[in-house]
């Protein structure tokens, strides 16, 4: 085959491919054009957005905080012998109530009653001694330092019972303060040290709330502030009052340590437990306030959109201060404006808008 013939050839196939293409195209342009005026009615109708609006009025709003805390026992001790020795008596029951003063416990004392019988039989003697000498040093028949010895001597007897009975008492172990006893570490028969826990002692008439809030928050927190608080499997909610601020802020985690007092008196609250503390730090009357899905920020600005004759105008807003689901508006707005709430991001200045809600 000549060249020339062989190009020809090839052209006429690549011309074959061309028509083929074409004219499979060609349906599919002449549907864009017949479809072309329906697309841009259906183009126009959508700019029109359809949305949920809330109508500005006066309201009050509550800056209210929510942390979490726990719950501590107003006292609570680890009961210790001030003294060593065997355990001999224990007089309490483990998770039984007991008075301020009661016995719970005691370490064999033996040897030091038997000491303290003995000096308390010197006693009368030494009384005795002192009495006679007094009488002759009234009549001048023995000279007065025999009878200071006679009174030193006794003087002194009696600071050594006096230890003795101090003794003795290092012996009982006693409740320091009202309070419901735990599980004790010890029996009967077991030798007591000085640092070996017997039970442990806790005051639950009244709870201590313990909970940090952000530094922020420090400067209007006071003593009386009221909480609520809620614990998890109890539906109720229970109301503590703020009685103490920690002196400082926290340098690691900028927050400050706030304790509430919770009258237990019932006994059914047990320390220890996780809580949800609800503190209202401020309140505002008469004021305006957006749901926060309102505020749209862009560069810096926070605006929200009015709806005005069905379209939507941008307006800018001085924000205050922002509860869970609500933002105080102090400057932008006033009584009676619409504020639109839904889909404010894809809303521009202008566009058409339909109300499905007003609030």
């Known amino acids: 085959m000549k060249k020339s013939t062989k190009w020809v050839f090839v052209a006429a196939i690549v011309l074959c491919f061309a028509g083929w293409g074409i004219y499979n195209l060609t349906p599919q342009v002449n549907e864009d ?6 697309k841009g009615r259906n183009s126009r109708k ?26 501590l026992p107003d006292e609570e001790v680890d009961l210790t012998f001030e003294t060593s020795g065997k355990i001999t008596e224990i007089f309490f029951n483990e998770g039984a109530f007991v008075r301020k003063g009661q016995l719970l416990a005691k370490i064999n004392d033996a040897p030091l009653k038997a000491q303290l019988k003995k000096l308390e039989v010197q006693l009368k003697l030494y009384q005795d001694r002192l009495y006679r000498q007094n009488a002759l040093f009234e009549k001048e028949a023995v000279s007065k330092e025999a009878y200071q010895e006679a009174e030193t001597n006794l003087a002194t007897l ?23 006893i735990g599980l004790r570490f010890v029996s009967q028969g077991s ?5 070996a826990p017997v039970a442990k002692l806790t005051k ?27 614990m998890e499997g109890d539906l109720n909610e229970h109301k503590a009052k703020v009685y103490a601020l ?8 900028r927050t400050i340590k706030v304790r509430a007092h919770y009258d237990n008196s019932n006994g059914k609250v047990v320390p220890g437990r996780y809580v ?31 709806y005005k004759s069905g379209k939507a105008e941008p307006v800018q807003i001085k924000k205050g201060v922002r509860t869970a689901d609500k933002v105080q508006v102090l400057d932008g707005l006033v009584v009676g404006d619409t504020v639109i709430t839904s889909g404010t991001m894809q809303i521009r200045t202008g566009q058409k808008v339909v109300l499905d809600e007003v609030k």
């Open 246 to 253: 920690d002196s400082r802020v926290d340098d690691e985690t």
């Open 191 to 195: 030798y007591a040290s000085q640092s």
């Open 158 to 180: 009696e600071a050594e019972i006096e230890l003795v009975k101090a003794n003795i008492a290092q012996t009982e172990l006693r409740a320091p303060f009202d309070g419901v």
């Open 33 to 38: 054009l017949k479809n072309a005026p329906t």
């Open 46 to 71: 959508s700019r029109e957005l359809n949305v949920r609006a809330v109508k500005m009025q006066e309201q009050d709003i509550e800056d209210v905080l929510y942390v979490s805390g726990s719950l």
């Open 204 to 230: 639950i008439n009244l709870l201590k709330v313990e909970f940090s809030v952000p530094e922020r928050y420090a400067s209007q927190l006071q003593k009386g502030s009221a909480l609520l608080f809620t």
């Open 276 to 306: 949800n503390v609800t503190l209202t730090t401020s309140q505002y009357a008469n004021t305006l306030a957006v749901p926060s899905e309102a505020i749209v920020s862009e560069m810096g600005i926070d605006k929200v959109f009015l």
